[in-house]
T-cell receptor, first 114, second 113 residues
């Protein structure tokens, strides 16, 4: 019940295309859903996050779509660029205020080709 | 935000030896977290380190194998003891800020021969 399932495991997208990464969860106590971007040799960095009271959040070329009834959320990268090539992790945590244990997805390795 | 540094950035060690990884944060934090990321895998929490108390270990991780120190509110160390090739991994230090925003250090890439 604590799992966050992420797909696809890897993704190749042409420059300018849309990259879509999907995550699904079971635990209805999760109420904060961040996405992390990790470049080789670096630690993960927070990219964007959403709470379940909204269905979409956009920051620049990055958008999270959230479907509470389906317990799914996804990351869309518009106009994908080679510099977006990285591994992306979705995550979920069950508490809006204060630290709670974070459950990470298995990661998606994105390659954007010119 | 929080800026986290780790030392060493990478190391190659012999089986049976131990390595201590240092984590320094640029602000005072109550809890610091140590993760393991095996090649191509997700992040697995090893333990939570509170200043002034024993670290709390996750299932599958024990203090004898991964002793942790937390001498003050900006610093922690993780030791990987009696290493085997299965310990080859990236070890990451992490803190929370604001309060859900999680920051990670750059990681320590460990190879055990």
């Amino acid at each position: 019940q604590q799992q966050v399932k992420q797909s696809p495991q890897s993704l190749i997208v042409q420059k300018g295309g849309i990259s879509i990464i999907n995550c699904a969860y079971e635990n209805t106590a999760f109420d904060y859903f961040p996405w992390y971007q990790q470049f080789p040799g670096k630690g993960p960095a927070l990219l964007i996050a959403i709470r379940p009271d909204v269905s979409e959040k956009k920051e620049g070329r990055f958008t999270i779509s959230f479907n509470k009834s389906a317990k799914q959320f996804s990351l869309h990268i518009m106009d994908s660029q080679p510099g977006d090539s990285a591994t992306y992790f979705c995550a979920a945590t069950p508490n809006s205020g204060g630290y709670q244990k974070v459950t990470f997805g298995t990661g998606t390795k994105l390659q954007v080709i010119p | 935000s929080a800026v986290i540094s780790q030392k060493p950035s990478r190391d190659i060690c012999q089986r049976g030896t131990s390595l201590t990884i240092q984590c320094q944060v640029d602000s005072q934090v109550t809890m610091m977290f140590w993760y393991r990321q095996q090649p191509g895998q997700s992040l697995t929490l090893i333990a939570t380190a509170n200043q002034g108390s024993e670290a709390t270990y996750e299932s599958g991780f024990v203090i004898d194998k991964f002793p942790i120190s937390r001498p003050n509110l900006t610093f922690s160390t993780l030791t990987v003891s009696n290493m085997s090739p299965e310990d080859s991994s990236i070890y990451l230090c992490s803190v929370f800020h604001n309060p859900n925003e999680q920051f990670f250090g750059p990681g320590t890439r460990l190879t055990v021969l």
